[in-house]
């Protein structure tokens, strides 16, 4: 759950402006105060998307048919990381990955990726699974990234990442898109496939990173009529 501050901070916009988006931005009152839900957030988000901006794959379902991967390389999959911190956790996986970046030196544009990550995480937990948790930057548009790309991190105890239902997962998708609408498409993907039978399972016994890859390239050509719908 988001306050009206958390969420105008978020959005970039005046708390006033907030209040007026109650309605057509879903949101609960509890103890005479506005909360809104992430994923209401999200979704309200992925409406908002310029007519003009083009599609970046159709889909009939939300997250039913977009392709993970194409934005995965098996050099940025990492497996049975012993860090037992998230913020370590990401900044060793965005420091030994293999990334394109806009900005120089590499170290400090990774810092300032590293940074917006946590800076996003410490607004709301995007552990939304149990296992699995979904960090990315907190404004994807000023991510000094020339390329989207999405770091898969297993990490060899559960993680705390401080969510409300106390989800502590060991699978970590660092989202690093360029646009924020591309972030929302790969979250509604992923969400989607943790709904199916066995994805989970499959990428925590995943040996090496060509089999943890292969999760996805397996799970893209399936038939959706053997999807579990998110």
């Known amino acids: 759950m988001m306050t009206v501050a958390e969420l ?3 959005l970039s916009l005046s708390a006033r402006s907030v209040y007026r988006l109650v309605g057509d931005l879903p949101a609960i009152r509890v103890g005479g105060r506005w909360r809104f ?4 957030v999200e979704k309200w988000l992925l409406k908002q998307r310029h007519a003009s901006e083009p599609q970046i794959e159709p889909v009939e379902e939300l ?4 392709r993970l991967y194409t934005h995965i ?6 497996l049975d990381v012993p860090e037992t911190e998230v913020s370590k956790l990401v900044r060793t996986a965005i420091e030994r990955a293999a990334l ?3 900005e120089s030196p590499e170290a400090a544009a990774k810092e300032r990726l ?3 990550i946590m800076e996003r995480e410490a607004l709301c937990s995007t552990a939304l699974h149990p296992d699995v948790a979904f960090p990315h930057p907190r404004d994807p548009e000023k991510s000094p990234i020339a390329e989207d790309q999405i770091l898969v991190v297993r990490a060899a105890r559960p993680l705390e990442f401080h969510e409300i239902h106390g989800y502590k997962p060991r699978i970590v998708f660092i989202l690093l898109a360029r646009t924020a609408s591309l972030q ?8 989607h496939l943790l709904h199916r039978e066995g994805f989970v399972e499959k990428l925590l016994s995943a040996g090496t990173p ?3 890859y292969a999760v996805f390239t397996s799970s893209s050509q399936e038939p959706d009529s053997v999807l579990k719908t998110a």
Do not use: H, P, Q
């Not at 839900?37 to 209401?40: E, I």
């Open 63 to 66: 997250g039913a048919r977009l």
């Open 37 to 40: 839900r992430v994923s209401d």
């Open 184 to 191: 929302l498409l790969w979250e509604a993907r992923l969400s």
């Open 100 to 102: 394109t970046l806009t």
């Open 73 to 78: 390389k098996t050099v940025n999959i990492f």
């Open 8 to 10: 105008s901070d978020y």
């Open 114 to 116: 590293a940074e917006s």
């Open 210 to 212: 060509e089999e943890m």
